[in-house]
């Protein structure tokens, strides 16, 4: 039977009964309401937009303050490798101090800076709605 010959109305009856459309609803609505604070989150209300101003600053203060040290880090090894050329001849683990430094201890450091980005940016975030909730 191919696709364009089959037809549902024809095998069931020109006449037989729909099924009744069932509603699919994710959410309970007869929970707790939409909290204050949200609802003036998402308006913007001119009370909100210097505490708004204030997370976003603080949060820029810790992305340009955690950037800075992995900028640092990264391209200030390089920099004293270049300039004292004798700590490149030092071997750790059979492996030259430029290369485990920047080959494979960078990675773990990222992470670290990573986790420490996420952590100071939920407890500004916290801090924010603790402040709303007030």
Do not use: C
Request: proline letters at 7%.
């Amino acid at each position: 039977m191919s696709p364009e010959s089959f037809d549902v109305r024809a095998r069931l009856g020109e006449f037989s009964p729909r099924p009744r459309r069932k509603r699919v609803v994710l959410a309970d609505r007869r929970g707790p309401h939409v909290p204050r604070v949200r609802v003036e989150v998402e308006e913007q209300t001119g009370a909100l937009e210097g505490l708004v101003r204030d997370l976003v600053e603080k949060q820029l203060r810790v992305a340009l303050l955690l950037s800075g040290t992995v900028a640092l880090v990264l391209f200030g090894l390089p920099l004293a490798f270049w300039l004292a050329p004798t700590l490149g001849d030092v071997e750790l683990f059979g492996l030259h101090l430029p290369w485990l430094l920047l080959g494979v201890l960078a990675y773990p450091f990222l992470v670290v800076i990573g986790l420490l980005y996420n952590r100071k940016a939920e407890r500004n975030e916290e801090d924010f709605l603790g402040m709303l909730e007030e």
